[in-house]
């Protein structure tokens, strides 16, 4: 019976929900004012590069995930040494993830209740929902995709229904010059939400059919960025350049000022429980991801790995002691300083390893 | 003496000639229970019989008993005088079609419990028995637990045989099979599935039999015994098959691909493969106009949602959320919480408490009783309580909208599960608020999806996605629109209708 591997639609459901996850949560491209449009278009083409590198690597090897084709191509030392490092990082990005989900949980919703505790549920409830496994996780993501879309086509009618959007807000454009607009994009859009891509090289491989795959997943990236770009832009829009820079969760006060009918008043509190299931399930991938490298290293069963890497992932999403400490350490240690690194040069490395063999195999 | 059956092989008999004796070892095995019934023919001359008839009391038909036993007397009268004494022409002569030999002492005693009546034969090593079930049996009337304004007011009733001919009447194909099975040591209970050949998933199929094969126990008292043996995962609160009472439902299913299992001595079928969304479709929803039973299908949707959240909801909202609530409603609640002393957790969880309690009291009591559960249920859950100031007002509408909506899903193995979780929930509901719901709903999810009824997805169509099962799930398009059965359950023969069906003749008539 079909129902054994998992459908292309199942890989562009859990795209979708990957790609929204964290980024609606922040204003992107902050640092480009009423341009991050622009900012999160170029970090959006440039993404696609790299996505296109990515998805040579998993044309040039369907059958392999990502561990499978560190350790095969790259020597089993040094690709046993990649599988921990990615692994690592999934898992890292998984507690990343997860702190944002909590403090966003604090934030609009339970503020007197301990990160501990709540991070304590979110792990729980995203850990029973990785011990599945892979497959289900995808099938899970389509199943919630129906929620996300319809709340997010509701947001942006209600939004442009009651007229709060203010495109006097986006001029001047271009007011310091392309300058800042790159200094936005690269690396940082680049790299958040774009170039997290890479993940989907441990999902690629589990899709049945790949003849029409490539063709709706691009289209899908397409959609995605210029969704998201629309949305990074409606905090400028409602909220203005200086307002959306300063705010944790601009999107939320947007929700906020929506008012209808004098019955929806606290739309925020709705759309928390939205942002829940996009950030929910970037960690549930993420974790997904992990346990599969640790368990494709130690050779041993998927389920073996999933309470030591969520034991992990809980533990590290609690190293931050505060909130701003976490952006912090997000954007200018990890974003700027590693992951370039990890999502970059890595990968190109193992496209082009991968390239010379393939080549030299075919003239041979 | 050796005796040569219909497929010509020569089959030895295990029984003694001598009627006396064999009637001894059947009493040896039967025991002197008093719902058995020996009747010995013999000649007026004669103290010892020539013939026994032997059945259990109340089983058969006794019209027709006589009118063998007389069967009996003519032939061994006829026979006596020219000694020509034959099982062969015994089973042909005393009642033909309907006799069947029996040459082991097992299968004797077997077929006088199945209610089948045995004959002896002075002389002969071979025994046989008839089928001339009768007694008392429960008619077949409207079912009780799944009624319909429109459509058939047929329902199950005990007899697996009478069962089997209200589907067959409705389904007149060759290819509807139905294969039996005896399970349970001590009950032996027959237990028939049925499944059309050429639509029915074979794999499905032999699943079935596989499973139903496995089961060694010591009982059979009714399908749900089946149900909890060949489930797929005991760890559910969702049940993995309907049952049904309704022939025309089962008839439907069957069409679909899906497989019937009936079970002797009860009026509900279990039908399977199933998928979650299959729970809150009815038979009736095919006998309604389209429009009106999609409508149906969503309410039975969203009841299904209140059901399940509504109490929670509230209970978030009003301790945690607050400012979710207009204003004006806010301060009406508020007003009305003032003078209650219990959180609204505590209130919540007594009320549905009480209600459980009412209502398991309203299914156990006697009938004659039953007016005064409600009148007590309605003034204890309702007025009383509140201008008592035990609970607010906005609680008891809660409750009972809850309990009402309860009862809009269609099969009551689905309602149940949701009275179980609702209280998950609302403990969720009271320590975490919504973000707490959010935690209950999210594994509630990746449950559904992974569970499997049969091999099937159990949360199809929506994940895996499958558009044209979407058709007939949360839609119901019109009949002639329906070109085919849905994904999934059955792999093969999936056409339903032409193209044409039902287009040509309304285009003549237009003008």
Same mark, same amino acid.
């Given at each position: 019976?079909?129902?054994?591997?998992?459908?292309?639609?199942?890989?562009?459901?859990?795209?979708?929900?990957?790609?929204?996850?964290?980024?609606?949560?922040?204003?992107?491209?902050?640092?480009?004012?009423?341009?991050?449009?622009?900012?999160?278009?170029?970090?959006?083409?440039?993404?696609?590069?790299?996505?296109?590198?990515?998805?040579?690597?998993?044309?040039?090897?369907?059958?392999?995930?990502?561990?499978?084709?560190?350790?095969?191509?790259?020597?089993?030392?040094?690709?046993?040494?990649?599988?921990?490092?990615?692994?690592?990082?999934?898992?890292?990005?998984?507690?990343?993830?997860?702190?944002?989900?909590?403090?966003?949980?604090?934030?609009?919703?339970?503020?007197?209740?301990?990160?501990?505790?709540?991070?304590?549920?979110?792990?729980?409830?995203?850990?029973?929902?990785?011990?599945?496994?892979?497959?289900?996780?995808?099938?899970?993501?389509?199943?919630?995709?129906?929620?996300?879309?319809?709340?997010?086509?509701?947001?942006?009618?209600?939004?442009?229904?009651?007229?709060?959007?203010?495109?006097?807000?986006?001029?001047?454009?271009?007011?310091?010059?392309?300058?800042?607009?790159?200094?936005?994009?690269?690396?940082?859009?680049?790299?958040?939400?774009?170039?997290?891509?890479?993940?989907?090289?441990?999902?690629?491989?589990?899709?049945?059919?790949?003849?029409?795959?490539?063709?709706?997943?691009?289209?899908?990236?397409?959609?995605?960025?210029?969704?998201?770009?629309?949305?990074?832009?409606?905090?400028?829009?409602?909220?203005?350049?200086?307002?959306?820079?300063?705010?944790?969760?601009?999107?939320?006060?947007?929700?906020?000022?929506?008012?209808?009918?004098?019955?929806?008043?606290?739309?925020?509190?709705?759309?928390?429980?939205?942002?829940?299931?996009?950030?929910?399930?970037?960690?549930?991938?993420?974790?997904?991801?992990?346990?599969?490298?640790?368990?494709?290293?130690?050779?041993?069963?998927?389920?073996?790995?999933?309470?030591?890497?969520?034991?992990?992932?809980?533990?590290?999403?609690?190293?931050?002691?505060?909130?701003?400490?976490?952006?912090?350490?997000?954007?200018?240690?990890?974003?700027?300083?590693?992951?370039?690194?990890?999502?970059?040069?890595?990968?190109?490395?193992?496209?082009?390893?991968?390239?010379?063999?393939?080549?030299?195999?075919?003239?041979? | 003496?050796?005796?040569?059956?219909?497929?010509?092989?020569?089959?030895?008999?295990?029984?003694?000639? @001598?009627?006396?004796? %064999?009637?001894?070892? /059947?009493? +040896? *095995?039967?025991?002197? $229970?008093? #719902?058995?019934?020996?009747?010995?023919?013999?000649?007026?001359?004669?103290?010892?019989?020539?013939?026994?008839?032997?059945?259990?009391?109340?089983?058969?038909?006794?019209?027709?008993?006589?009118?063998?036993?007389?069967?009996?007397?003519?032939?061994?009268?006829?026979?006596?005088?020219?000694?020509?004494?034959?099982?062969?022409?015994?089973?042909?002569?005393?009642?033909?079609?309907?006799?069947?030999?029996?040459?082991?002492?097992?299968?004797?005693?077997?077929?006088?419990?199945?209610?089948?009546?045995?004959?002896?034969?002075?002389?002969?090593?071979?025994?046989?028995?008839?089928?001339?079930?009768?007694?008392?049996?429960?008619?077949?009337?409207?079912?009780?637990?799944?009624?319909?304004?429109?459509?058939?007011?047929?329902?199950?009733? @005990?007899?697996?045989? %009478?069962?089997?001919? /209200?589907? +067959? *009447?409705?389904?007149? $194909?060759? #290819?509807?099979?139905?294969?039996?099975?005896?399970?349970?040591?001590?009950?032996?209970?027959?237990?028939?599935?049925?499944?059309?050949?050429?639509?029915?998933?074979?794999?499905?199929?032999?699943?079935?039999?596989?499973?139903?094969?496995?089961?060694?126990?010591?009982?059979?008292?009714?399908?749900?015994?089946?149900?909890?043996?060949?489930?797929?995962?005991?760890?559910?609160?969702?049940?993995?098959?309907?049952?049904?009472?309704?022939?025309?439902?089962?008839?439907?299913?069957?069409?679909?691909?899906?497989?019937?299992?009936?079970?002797?001595?009860?009026?509900?079928?279990?039908?399977?493969?199933?998928?979650?969304?299959?729970?809150?479709?009815?038979?009736?929803?095919?006998?309604?106009?389209?429009?009106?039973?999609?409508?149906?299908?969503?309410?039975?949707?969203?009841?299904?949602?209140?059901?399940?959240?509504?109490?929670?909801?509230?209970?978030?909202?009003?301790?945690?959320?607050?400012?979710?609530?207009?204003?004006?409603?806010?301060?009406?609640?508020?007003?009305?919480?003032?003078?209650?002393?219990?959180?609204?957790?505590?209130?919540?969880?007594?009320?549905?408490?009480?209600?459980?309690?009412?209502?398991?009291?309203?299914?156990?009591?006697?009938?004659?009783?039953?007016?005064?559960?409600?009148?007590?249920?309605?003034?204890?859950?309702?007025?009383?309580?509140?201008?008592?100031?035990?609970?607010?007002?906005?609680?008891?509408?809660?409750?009972?909208?809850?309990?009402?909506?309860?009862?809009?899903?269609?099969?009551?193995?689905?309602?149940?599960?949701?009275?179980?979780?609702?209280?998950?929930?609302?403990?969720?509901?009271?320590?975490?608020?919504?973000?707490?719901?959010?935690?209950?709903?999210?594994?509630?999810?990746?449950?559904?999806?992974?569970?499997?009824?049969?091999?099937?997805?159990?949360?199809?169509?929506?994940?895996?996605?499958?558009?044209?099962?979407?058709?007939?799930?949360?839609?119901?398009?019109?009949?002639?629109?329906?070109?085919?059965?849905?994904?999934?359950?059955?792999?093969?023969?999936?056409?339903?209708?032409?193209?044409?069906?039902?287009?040509?003749?309304?285009?003549?008539?237009?003008?």
């Amino acid at each position: 019976m079909h129902a054994r591997q998992n459908r292309v639609s199942e890989l562009i459901a859990s795209y979708i929900l990957f790609e929204i996850g964290s980024t609606t949560l922040f204003f992107i491209g902050a640092k480009a004012k009423q341009d991050a449009w622009l900012a999160m278009l170029i970090g959006a083409a440039l993404g696609f590069v790299l996505v296109l590198f990515y998805w040579g690597t998993y044309l040039m090897d369907p059958k392999r995930n990502l561990f499978q084709l560190f350790s095969h191509y790259l020597g089993k030392w040094p690709g046993a040494m990649l599988t921990i490092l990615y692994a690592v990082y999934f898992a890292y990005e998984a507690s990343r993830n997860l702190r944002d989900l909590v403090e966003l949980a604090a934030f609009a919703l339970l503020n007197r209740t301990p990160l501990f505790i709540l991070t304590l549920l979110a792990i729980l409830v995203i850990g029973n929902s990785a011990r599945y496994g892979a497959r289900i996780a995808l099938q899970l993501c389509l199943a919630l995709l129906p929620v996300v879309i319809v709340s997010y086509s509701a947001l942006i009618l209600a939004i442009i229904g009651k007229g709060m959007l203010r495109f006097e807000y986006m001029l001047p454009v271009l007011e310091q010059g392309m300058g800042p607009v790159v200094q936005a994009a690269v690396p940082e859009i680049v790299s958040f939400p774009f170039a997290q891509t890479l993940l989907f090289l441990v999902y690629f491989p589990l899709i049945s059919s790949t003849k029409k795959m490539g063709k709706s997943f691009f289209l899908t990236y397409g959609i995605v960025a210029l969704v998201l770009t629309i949305v990074n832009q409606i905090n400028v829009l409602v909220l203005g350049p200086t307002l959306a820079e300063m705010m944790t969760f601009p999107l939320l006060e947007v929700v906020q000022l929506i008012e209808l009918a004098e019955v929806f008043e606290r739309m925020d509190v709705l759309f928390v429980l939205v942002l829940f299931i996009g950030l929910g399930f970037k960690v549930l991938l993420f974790y997904v991801g992990a346990v599969t490298g640790i368990s494709e290293i130690s050779g041993t069963g998927y389920k073996r790995w999933v309470i030591p890497v969520g034991l992990f992932i809980f533990a590290s999403s609690l190293t931050s002691p505060n909130f701003s400490h976490h952006m912090w350490v997000g954007i200018d240690v990890v974003l700027n300083q590693v992951y370039p690194y990890i999502q970059m040069a890595i990968p190109l490395l193992l496209f082009l390893v991968m390239f010379f063999r393939r080549k030299k195999r075919l003239q041979s | 003496m050796t005796t040569k059956t219909l497929h010509g092989q020569e089959q030895q008999s295990s029984l003694p000639s @001598e009627v006396m004796q %064999t009637l001894a070892l /059947l009493q +040896r *095995r039967l025991g002197h $229970s008093s #719902d058995i019934s020996i009747r010995k023919l013999n000649w007026p001359e004669d103290s010892s019989p020539f013939a026994i008839v032997c059945h259990l009391n109340g089983l058969v038909d006794d019209k027709e008993v006589n009118q063998m036993i007389s069967n009996i007397n003519q032939y061994v009268i006829a026979k006596r005088e020219n000694d020509g004494m034959s099982v062969e022409s015994l089973l042909q002569e005393v009642l033909p079609g309907k006799l069947k030999a029996i040459r082991d002492e097992e299968a004797m005693v077997q077929a006088v419990l199945d209610g089948r009546t045995v004959v002896l034969i002075d002389g002969l090593d071979t025994a046989m028995a008839a089928s001339l079930l009768g007694g008392e049996r429960r008619s077949v009337e409207e079912p009780t637990s799944q009624t319909v304004i429109r459509g058939s007011k047929e329902g199950f009733t @005990e007899d697996i045989s %009478t069962n089997i001919a /209200l589907i +067959r *009447r409705k389904i007149r $194909s060759a #290819d509807l099979r139905f294969e039996d099975r005896i399970i349970g040591r001590v009950t032996r209970t027959r237990v028939s599935v049925g499944y059309i050949q050429g639509i029915a998933n074979p794999n499905v199929v032999q699943e079935v039999f596989a499973r139903l094969d496995a089961i060694d126990t010591d009982s059979i008292l009714e399908s749900s015994y089946i149900e909890e043996f060949i489930q797929d995962s005991e760890l559910t609160p969702f049940p993995t098959m309907i049952n049904t009472e309704r022939p025309d439902a089962v008839a439907g299913n069957l069409l679909e691909g899906q497989v019937a299992i009936l079970v002797d001595g009860t009026p509900f079928v279990l039908i399977l493969p199933v998928t979650f969304f299959r729970f809150f479709l009815s038979s009736e929803d095919y006998y309604q106009r389209y429009d009106i039973s999609t409508f149906l299908r969503l309410i039975r949707l969203f009841s299904f949602f209140v059901a399940l959240l509504l109490p929670s909801t509230y209970i978030a909202v009003t301790t945690f959320q607050q400012e979710m609530i207009p204003t004006t409603l806010l301060i009406s609640l508020a007003a009305q919480r003032e003078g209650t002393p219990l959180p609204a957790l505590a209130e919540a969880l007594l009320m549905e408490l009480t209600f459980e309690v009412i209502r398991e009291a309203g299914v156990r009591m006697p009938r004659v009783v039953g007016p005064a559960i409600s009148i007590v249920g309605a003034l204890v859950l309702g007025q009383a309580a509140v201008q008592a100031g035990l609970v607010s007002a906005a609680m008891v509408i809660i409750v009972s909208f809850t309990a009402i909506a309860n009862f809009v899903i269609p099969y009551f193995s689905m309602s149940s599960a949701v009275r179980i979780i609702r209280f998950g929930f609302m403990i969720l509901a009271g320590t975490f608020g919504l973000y707490g719901i959010l935690a209950g709903v999210i594994p509630l999810l990746v449950h559904l999806v992974a569970l499997r009824s049969f091999g099937i997805p159990y949360f199809l169509p929506a994940s895996p996605l499958s558009f044209s099962n979407m058709k007939d799930v949360f839609l119901r398009i019109p009949w002639p629109k329906a070109k085919y059965r849905p994904d999934y359950v059955s792999e093969i023969n999936k056409r339903r209708q032409s193209d044409s069906s039902g287009e040509n003749p309304k285009e003549k008539l237009g003008d």
